[in-house]
Nanobody
Framework: QVTLVESGGGLVQTGGSLTLSCAASGRTFGSYTMGWFRQAPGKEREFVSG????????DYSDSVKGRFTIFRDNAKNTVYLQMNSLKPEDTAVYYC????????????????????WGQGTQVTVSS
């Protein structure tokens, strides 16, 4: 089990940037595949980006590819989501999630596979 705490959300204008952080408790952070998801009002939670245990493999949804970058620092037990060229449609609560995996290259986009979730951080992009 791991506890996740997100930070870095806020209000930004269209075209702006934000970097979200997700700090994890415990000494086994490197055993977890990490993911970022988001949920807008009235919509289902959707996959944004994922990163493997080692950080060597990443994946993005088509809607954020080329604008967002996920990376992790296993020494700091933290995963980040750098968001550039933000659009109003990026407005949502952003959640990080952790899934214990055995393969170092695994990336998971299915939210049901994640057992550990943060409380979420609000990102609002004004037009």
């Amino acid at each position: 089990q791991v506890t996740l705490v997100e930070s870095g959300g806020g209000l930004v204008q269209t075209g702006g940037s934000l970097t979200l952080s997700c700090a994890a408790s415990g000494r086994t952070f490197g055993s977890y595949t990490m993911g970022w998801f988001r949920q807008a009002p009235g919509k289902e939670r959707e996959f944004v980006s994922g990163i493997s245990r080692s950080g060597g493999s990443t994946d993005y949804s088509d809607s954020v590819k080329g604008r967002f970058t996920i990376f992790r620092d296993n020494a700091k037990n933290t995963v980040y989501l750098q968001m550039n060229s933000l659009k109003p449609e990026d407005t949502a609560v952003y959640y990080c999630a952790a899934a214990l995996t055995f393969q170092t290259t695994t990336i998971i986009s299915n939210p049901r596979a994640y057992a550990n979730w943060g409380q979420g951080t609000q990102v609002t992009v004004s037009s």
